[in-house]
């Protein structure tokens, strides 16, 4: 699994030119990504600028019995826990009452620590294709499941994924007419629902009254080089998920919820390494030139925080026509509205006239602003945000 690579105001790049604003929605992100090391997602996801985090079991066994530590740790970084994902409800009869406790228990837990929704998925029958009595129990437990989280002060999501018993959308539908609308609601995965055969946008609005909140993710298939049925999660935009369609339709509905990144798998993640995140290949934007359409400003995102170094490995490279030029370890760069390139490097702010950008002429940038001298000063303690 790799490791995200999205702020939250970046989000809106992977949805193209054609991007559409949900005043509504605030987005979190899965630690799913972190392997268990939950005070380094928590961490990092809140640096990254979300409000909302999703945990998984691994923070029930390292906080289950001090859920005041992990509540205080949440409120410091100013992050909200979305939810909290509990495993699958079994079919087996036999082992319904001990899995039912504990899903309840993680509930208790997801209550202690001021979280809002208990996730789970629903097993899918193993080695044969499921029967109608399958759904009819299957929404019974999740009916009776909704009802306990309820009692605690918890809703219920279910989260159809590849594999369980709502994997298709008309399983998904046999499963969700099967259980209470009062008690159970929808955690639409817009890429497992594609994968499962389905449009996840006509999804937002057939399940419009039931949809709790929404995993936000991009699936490629088939793998090149692999089976037809193979498939794999890829970065937002890169993906055959049509994210714009999807928030167009969270706009037509009026939803007002939580959509939370639970990506891919392209980066790597070592927390030894000079670098901590690695995105191969690196992640690239760009913005052309507003006077010569020809001439472009990309950014290389390389990865996130380097050991002593800044938190976004970036590298901005100058582009006209097939040629490029880096601007080396320029901090920041970007095009004003004459044309010309103004873009800081270590300290000093230079401008490259908009004729010389076209010729990639770097050396006719000229010093507008030194910083190096100046320092912060401590003030007294204010609002705790701008």
């Known amino acids: 699994m790799a490791a995200l690579a999205w702020s939250a105001p970046q989000i809106w790049t992977a949805l193209g030119s054609s991007r559409v604003a949900v005043a509504g929605i605030r987005f979190g992100c899965a630690a799913i990504t972190w392997k268990g090391n939950d005070p380094q997602a928590i961490?990092?996801?809140?640096?990254l600028g979300f409000g909302g985090i999703q945990l998984r079991d691994s923070a029930v066994r390292r906080w289950g019995e001090k859920p005041e530590e992990l509540k205080a740790l949440l409120a410091e970084r100013k992050l909200t826990l979305v939810a909290l994902s509990s495993g699958s409800v079994t079919l087996d009869p036999a082992?319904?009452?001990?899995n039912l406790a504990l899903h309840v228990s993680n509930a208790r837990f997801l209550r202690q620590v001021g979280g809002l929704y208990l996730q789970v998925t629903d097993e899918r029958p193993a080695g044969r294709e499921p029967s109608a009595e399958d759904f009819r129990r299957m929404g019974w437990a999740l009916s009776e499941l909704g009802r306990r989280t309820a009692d605690i002060g918890v809703t219920l999501a279910l989260h159809p994924h590849m594999g369980a018993l709502s994997q298709s959308p008309s399983e998904i539908r046999?499963?969700?007419?099967?259980?209470?609308?009062?008690?159970?609601r929808l955690e639409l995965d817009v890429a497992h629902y594609a994968q499962g055969g389905g449009d996840p946008a006509e999804a937002v609005r057939a399940y419009a009254g039931r949809l709790l909140f929404l995993h936000i993710k991009d699936v490629e298939?088939?793998?090149p080089g692999s089976g037809p049925e193979s498939y794999r999660f890829v970065e937002l935009g890169r993906g055959r998920v049509d994210l714009p369609a999807v928030f167009q339709a969270l706009k037509t509905i009026g939803f007002d919820g939580w959509a939370v990144v639970d990506e891919g798998r392209e980066a790597s993640r070592?927390?030894?390494a000079k670098v901590w995140i690695v995105f191969d290949p690196p992640r690239v934007l760009e913005k052309r030139?507003?006077?010569d359409a020809g001439v472009r400003l990309r950014l290389e995102i390389h990865g996130i925080k380097e050991r002593l170094g800044a938190w976004w490995v970036v590298e901005h490279v100058l582009v006209a026509g097939g040629d490029a030029a880096s601007l080396g370890s320029a901090e920041w760069a970007d095009w004003d509205r004459r044309g010309d390139l103004v873009?800081?490097?270590?300290?000093?702010l230079f401008r490259l006239p908009r004729v010389a950008a076209a010729r990639l002429d770097l050396a006719a940038a000229r010093e507008i602003a030194d910083f190096r001298g100046d320092a912060f000063e401590a003030k007294p303690p204010g609002p705790a945000r701008w």
């Open 43 to 47: 961490d990092d996801i809140a640096d």
């Open 95 to 98: 082992k319904l009452d001990s």
């Open 174 to 184: 046999r499963v969700m007419d099967a259980s209470d609308s009062r008690l159970v």
């Open 221 to 223: 298939s088939p793998v």
């Open 270 to 272: 070592d927390f030894d």
């Open 289 to 291: 030139a507003p006077k």
């Open 343 to 348: 873009f800081a490097n270590r300290g000093r």
